[in-house]
């Protein structure tokens, strides 16, 4: 079952704050978050694992609460750079614990 | 380091024929998932690939199928193409249980 983001797009001031949402109605044991400018192919952001373990490569911030099935992604400080299209991702177990993607959060940052 | 290459870029079919998309790996990387990517949606999963088996398949007919070749390399095939087959599709390569995967470009199919 696809997560599902929220919201579905946000308009944001350059060095303004965004946090963008992740649900899921199963249980989740990671959750992997990335990003697609427009044209472009998507790049991964960094992963969530269940016990509180991060890896990413890039200085973005977020959250992961096993027990509300959520995660957040927090974008502080945001700059132009940042404005995209964010996905989350979360293992299905139906398809092999390969990645089931949520529609996607629309950034635009402004300067 | 060679990233994930794919072509065509863009194609235009009609309905009803079969098509092949092909994509090759980053340097190093033995596994291939495929994703259609409506506009406007989150890339959805096909299927992968890893040492030439099918490793995993997501809600999608069988008129998809794939194949990988020893070089990790990859294609997508699409039999009988309908209207809602245009997408972009999406292939993206990593190391098996490696977390982090690596799109390509995309290849824009268009039926007609």
């Known amino acids: 079952q696809q997560p599902v983001q929220s919201p579905q797009a946000v308009i944001l001031r350059e060095g303004e704050d965004a946090v963008i949402n992740c649900s899921s109605s199963?249980?989740?044991?990671?959750v992997h978050w990335y990003r697609q400018k427009h044209g472009e192919a998507p790049v991964f952001l960094m992963i969530?694992?269940?016990?509180?373990e991060q890896k990413g490569h890039e200085k973005i911030s977020a959250s992961f609460n096993e027990k509300k099935q959520q995660s957040s992604l927090y974008l502080t400080a945001s700059q132009l750079s940042y404005s995209g299209t964010y996905f989350c991702?979360?293992?299905?177990?139906?398809?092999?614990?390969?990645?089931?993607f949520g529609a996607g959060t629309i950034l635009r940052v402004k300067s | 380091e060679t990233g994930v290459t794919q072509s065509p870029t863009h194609l235009i079919k009609t309905r009803g024929q079969q098509v092949t998309l092909r994509c090759s790996s980053q340097?190093?990387?033995?596994?291939v998932s495929w994703y259609q990517q409506a506009l406007g949606q989150g890339p959805q999963f096909i299927f992968q690939?890893?040492?030439?088996?099918?490793?995993g398949r997501g809600n999608f007919p069988p008129r998809f199928s794939g194949l990988q070749f020893p070089n990790y390399s990859s294609e997508l095939n699409v039999n009988a193409l309908e209207l809602d087959d245009s997408a972009l599709y999406l292939c993206?390569?990593?190391?098996?249980?490696?977390?982090?995967?690596?799109f390509g470009p995309g290849t824009r199919l268009t039926v007609l």
């Open positions: 340097s190093g990387h033995n596994t």
């Open positions: 993206a390569s990593s190391q098996l249980g490696g977390y982090e995967q690596f």
């Open positions: 991702g979360t293992p299905q177990k139906e398809y092999g614990n390969k990645l089931v």
């Open positions: 969530l694992l269940k016990g509180g």
């Open positions: 690939y890893y040492r030439e088996e099918e490793n």
């Open positions: 199963k249980a989740l044991y990671s």
